[in-house]
């Protein structure tokens, strides 16, 4: 017993042996440097956001809303779907946000478009639960932007016919987001390892959306295949994720399964991890317009787009896999 009492002891007096700061001297702050897209270079206070995905195709969507389930920074206030079969993407969006712990978070769908391959969506067939909304999915984002009007991030990592529904239809409400963070576009890169611009699926799938959110005046952070097209996960990466034996990471180890394809590439993931930390890219204020075939343009004029033009692979997997499977 005295041993116990002594080994207490001396932990309770080196969790107080913290030394207080200097009389009179404030904490520092680490400085903020502002963009286009209106992102702090630190993450200081919880970051609300929105998530709008076509989750259920490819697989990257689902690894994207995993990393969003594990940023203590951002708080999810919903989910709205896009894209082909989107009340079956609304399912499966549910269903990993239950198997992980948030089954509080509100899920929408968006209308429908044309039949897409959407195998991961088996996992989710019949599943229901309360955070499955009726109502759709512009609807949902209004709600929760009027609730907090100039505080919300959107996060759009599928084609962005939502996003241009909800400025068409509710422009007014459309203007109190804080800025639209999103993965699509093109600058100096395609896909694999050329480096001819490529027409990104994203922005390709929804030309005409896509050019009503880029002339909307909205704040955009904007993540390309420049600094998306490099993140293929390797092997021992996955091995990382499919042996953590979480829920969490269990689920995603079936979604990859169900996609049966080898390497996933993380293009989602980065407009989710520039939220937290801006400084996993370079990044540079441009003015981008979309033309009709879905590429996007560097022009002249007046800057409406923060976006990421290069980043370093090994530390984006390095922050990605401490949060996912730590």
């Known amino acids: 017993m005295w041993r116990w009492a002594l080994l207490m002891g001396t932990v309770l007096a080196g969790a107080m042996d913290v030394a207080p700061p200097p009389a009179g001297r404030a904490p520092k702050s680490p400085p903020q440097a502002i963009g286009v897209a209106g992102e702090e270079k630190k993450t200081t206070f919880l970051t609300p956001i929105l998530l709008d995905t076509d989750i259920g195709t490819d697989i990257d969507d689902a690894f994207a809303l995993a990393l969003v389930m594990r940023s203590p920074e951002l708080e999810l206030l919903g989910v709205t779907t896009v894209s082909g079969d989107t009340a079956a993407r609304a399912r499966l969006a549910a269903k990993l946000l239950w198997e992980s712990g948030s089954q509080f978070v509100p899920v929408a769908a968006g209308k429908p478009g044309k039949p897409l391959p959407q195998e991961q969506a088996r996992w989710a067939d019949g599943f229901s639960s309360p955070q499955m909304r009726q109502e759709s999915a512009v609807d949902l984002l209004k709600a929760e932007i009027e609730r907090r009007p100039g505080k919300i991030t959107l996060v759009a990592i599928g ?96 979604l990859y399964h169900l996609w049966n394809k080898p390497a996933p590439i993380l293009f989602d993931p980065m407009a989710v991890a520039l939220l937290i930390e801006p400084d996993l890219c370079e990044t540079k204020d441009l003015a981008i317009r979309v033309d009709a075939k879905g590429f996007t343009r560097v022009g002249r004029g007046k800057p409406n787009a923060t976006v990421a033009l290069k980043t370093n692979p090994r530390r984006f997997f390095d922050f990605y896999l401490s949060r996912v499977a730590p």
């Open 159 to 254: 084609p962005l016919t939502n996003v241009a529904e909800l400025i068409d239809r509710e422009p007014a409400t459309a203007s109190k987001l804080r800025r639209i963070a999103l993965m699509g576009g093109a600058i100096a890169h395609g896909y694999g390892q050329s480096l001819a611009p490529a027409a990104e699926y994203n922005i390709a799938s929804d030309p005409k959306a896509a050019q009503a959110v880029f002339s909307s005046g909205i704040p955009i952070l904007m993540a390309p295949l420049d600094a998306t097209a490099v993140l293929e996960m390797g092997p021992a990466a996955r091995h990382r994720v499919f042996t953590h034996l979480t829920t969490l990471t269990e689920s995603l180890t079936i």
